[in-house]
């Protein structure tokens, strides 16, 4: 649909067995004047066919050769390509709740803010809400910037005319682009704001990839059902709401966090490496 007020970018590989529910909660949104571009990142038939499937005529599919890394590169192929004055992100195997775009949108009409990144409520295996993911509710000095490194491309929603200020994804990276973008915007002077409301659930891979095929059905569809339900966003906020820090909650960020280390840190290091030896961003 032409005239979009938002464009979103769903970039996807082979994930054909949670990105109906992605597309499905884009779809659900409050604010239905958007236009969502499925990026195919080398993706295989099977994740193509779900989506092709899904009749809405706001969905744009975009098969594209295997970017390196993440693909980067295809991501900005597409956002080059649209033209709505806002834009927003979205991930093949998370899900937004229905007023995720309305709460940013109401947020950008200050006009001092040019991005704006929702909270994130996590799930964690068999299907427990989580909101004390640990960076998230991390706050004592030294460690309140990893709330920052932990918000992923689903939580940001900027004006388009933040990639004419900063440019676009960085190319020459092969993991941690949304990190750096976001981080990057932060550090610009732009006016960017970290808002309270919890409109993200997200299903974190490194914990929920190996089960998969251990399930009778992926746990986003019955998340799906009950956000979409009369209330039941409200519902889901309020039950995480309640669900308070213990001492074993603490124990199980730290471990958390210590697995975090030992699987992406030399990733981060090398990404860090990378971003500080590599010029400016294309």
Not at 114 to 129: E, F, I, K
């Amino acid at each position: 649909m032409a005239g979009a007020l938002v464009d979103i970018l769903l970039p996807t590989h082979e994930r054909p067995h949670t990105v109906a529910f992605a597309v499905e909660s884009v779809r659900r949104q409050t604010l239905a004047d958007w236009r969502l571009h499925v990026v195919g990142d080398g993706c295989d038939d099977a994740t193509e066919a779900v989506v092709r499937a899904i009749d809405d005529p706001r969905i744009a599919f975009h098969r594209l050769p295997k970017a390196p890394g993440f693909g980067y590169a295809n991501r900005n192929r597409v956002l080059q390509a649209t033209s709505a004055p806002f834009v927003a992100y979205m991930s093949d195997d998370d899900l937004w709740f229905p007023d995720h775009l309305e709460v940013a949108l109401a947020a950008l009409r200050d006009e001092t803010l040019t991005l704006v990144a929702s909270s994130t409520l996590a799930v964690r295996p068999p299907g427990q809400l989580d909101p004390h993911f640990f960076a998230h509710s991390w706050s004592a000095p030294g460690l309140r910037a990893l709330r920052h490194w932990f918000l992923g491309a689903p939580n940001l929603v900027h004006r388009r005319e933040l990639f004419e200020r900063l440019g676009y994804w960085r190319e020459d990276l092969l993991r941690f682009g949304d990190r750096e973008f976001y981080n990057r915007a932060r550090a610009s002077g732009l006016g960017t704001r970290l808002l309270p409301d919890r409109t993200l659930l997200r299903f974190f891979a490194q914990q929920w990839s190996p089960l998969y095929a251990t399930l009778d059905a992926p746990p986003q569809g019955a998340f799906l059902q009950r956000l979409s339900e009369p209330g039941g966003a409200e519902r889901v906020r309020a039950e995480a709401a309640a669900l308070r820090l213990t001492l074993s909650g603490r124990r199980t960020q730290v471990a958390d966090f210590t697995r975090f280390l030992r699987r992406s840190g030399p990733r981060f290091l090398r990404f860090a490496w990378a971003r500080r030896r590599s010029g400016p961003p294309r």
